[in-house]
Nanobody, 120 residues
């Protein structure tokens, strides 16, 4: 069984903070990279942040300086600070699964999604 379990979403006021967490599990070689996406109603799904097993990170321009992605083994976190109303969306955890170390069998797995609402 391969799955991602997300937690940490909720309602927060503008300027506030939330911390999302995603735990990946399954009998595979690796989850790498791991990512956070988000999708607001009527908008395209947006890549928010990416982290590799080596610790390299990338961010969407809209969240640079405010969000921080991190991971400990197969748990990935997204620390969201100075939140804005436009950050309101369903946030999805994503991981690229490599089944075997020396075999090119890979696929993406997605979490269920967690709602983040930034509002007064």
């Amino acid at each position: 069984q391969v799955q991602l379990v997300e937690s940490g979403g909720g309602l927060v006021q503008p300027g506030g903070s939330l911390r999302l967490s995603c735990a990946a599990s399954g009998d595979v070689f690796s989850f790498n990279p791991m990512r956070w996406y988000r999708q607001a109603p009527g908008k395209q799904r947006e890549l928010v942040a990416t982290i590799t097993s080596g610790g390299s990170t990338t961010y969407a321009d809209s969240v640079k300086g405010r969000f921080t992605i991190s991971r400990v083994k197969d748990t990935v976190n997204l620390q969201m600070d100075r939140l804005l109303p436009e950050d309101t969306a369903v946030y999805y955890c994503n991981a690229e699964v490599t089944v075997y170390e020396d075999y090119g069998e890979e696929y993406d797995v997605w979490g269920q999604g967690t709602q983040v609402t930034v509002s007064s």
